[in-house]
């Protein structure tokens, strides 16, 4: 017997290739995405530009299923936290952030991380699985159309648990069904992933899909970057720069790149890495997002105090860089159920708010 496909992952370019599969016109693939991601429709029967025929062919060939949201831990201010359980068992987290003109949602790529970045909870649990495309974008489905309370979601972030680029075709295939007009429809600034610095993978990026880039740098100098982020050791900070250069040359100046660093108390926050940090990145088109470094039980890092902080922000942006401050937020869910936060990005001029959500 066959095996009933999930077609929720499906990019357009993939149904093309299912309904081509069995001799249906190409243009059900634009229907069917429309049906699943703009109407939310899961149930082929529902499906009424479909012929009774298709629709029964279509569900003993396949279905339309996303996660299932285990528990929700709504914050006073308004981020929620879900938790999401997949068909494996394994759990995995995704955050809903409201702002003034946004909603955000960061999603998990991976349950757990194989990375183990030093002041990382979800590093701390190690690796379990990729997501499939329907594990990822099936967030973005629960997200808009589970509780139709609440707003549908304007941008995304892939800064939940995992490593993105470790899970790179999944990843692809899920941000193409949320920038495909006839799927969620978002711009590519509305779209980020974030990596702790894969470099062979950012190097493919822009030859797959045009989205924003947020690097974790968290270290100027290599022997640093090592023991916070340990994948380092094998992508070390020249081939990390140099991938970012030839990212950014794609574009021919057209772009830039977030650079996010964890301030951790009296690890990585002097004023001598500050200017070090503002040496290695003179010349490359990017902003800098500073993230006061969250606690969790088992980790003995601190966050750095308010006078380092600002300090450090200074500097860069006495040097010209675009510095962000990121500010927690959604204490009181994080406090209930692990280690997730809704994060909240004030730019230093406290004019633009930036959306995130760290671990
Ligand atoms: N694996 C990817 C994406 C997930 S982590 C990456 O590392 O970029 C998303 C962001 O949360 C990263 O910038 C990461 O450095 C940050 N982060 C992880 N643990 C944190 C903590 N305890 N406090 C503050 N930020 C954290
Ligand atoms: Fe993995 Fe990112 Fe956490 Fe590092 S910071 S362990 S790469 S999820």
């Keep these: ?82 938790l999401i359980k997949l068909d494996s068992g394994s759990m995995v987290e995704m ?33 379990e699985k990729n997501l499939t495309a329907d594990e990822i974008i099936g967030q973005v489905w629960l997200a808009n159309f589970n509780d139709k309370n609440e707003l549908p979601i304007t941008n995304v972030v892939f800064m939940g648990m995992g490593e993105p680029l470790l899970n790179f075709r999944p990843v692809i295939e899920s941000a193409k069904i949320m920038k495909d007009q006839l799927g969620y429809g978002l711009s590519r600034k509305r779209i980020t992933i974030s990596t702790s610095g894969i470099t062979p993978q950012i190097d493919k990026l822009p030859d797959e899909i045009d989205v924003s880039l947020a690097i974790s740098l968290h270290a100027p100098i290599n022997e640093l970057r090592d023991e916070l982020v340990p994948i380092n050791k094998k992508y070390p900070i020249n081939m990390l720069m140099k991938s970012c250069n030839d990212y950014l040359d794609k574009y021919e100046g057209k772009r830039n790149i977030t650079i996010e660093y964890v301030l951790i108390d009296g690890v990585n926050d002097s004023p001598e890495l500050a200017r070090q940090l503002a040496k290695l990145l003179s010349g490359v088109y990017c902003k800098i997002n500073l993230i006061p470094f969250n606690p969790f039980d088992g980790s003995n890092y601190k966050r750095s105090n308010n006078t380092n902080i600002s300090n450090f922000k200074n500097i860069l942006m006495d040097k010209g860089f675009i510095t962000t401050l990121r500010i927690t937020r959604g204490d009181a869910i994080d406090g209930a159920c692990g280690q997730l936060v809704g994060k909240l990005t004030k730019s230093v001029k406290g004019k633009k708010l930036i959306s995130h959500r760290s671990i």
Excluded at 103 to 124: K, N
């Design 95 to 127: 955050v809903r952030i409201p702002e003034k003109k946004r909603m955000t949602l960061c999603i998990s790529s991976q349950a757990g991380c194989a990375l183990q970045c030093t002041f990382c909870a979800t590093g701390a649990q190690g690796f």
């Design 1 to 82: 017997m066959e095996i009933k496909e999930n077609l929720l992952g499906y990019s357009l370019s993939s149904l093309e290739d299912f309904f081509k599969k069995i001799n249906e016109p190409k243009f059900r693939a634009k229907q069917l995405l429309q049906w699943i991601h703009q109407k939310g429709v899961l149930d082929f029967n529902e499906m009424t530009d479909f012929n009774k025929p298709l629709r029964e062919r279509l569900d003993s060939i396949a279905y339309i299923l996303p996660p299932i949201i285990e528990e929700i831990h709504k914050s006073p201010e308004g981020t929620i936290k879900y």
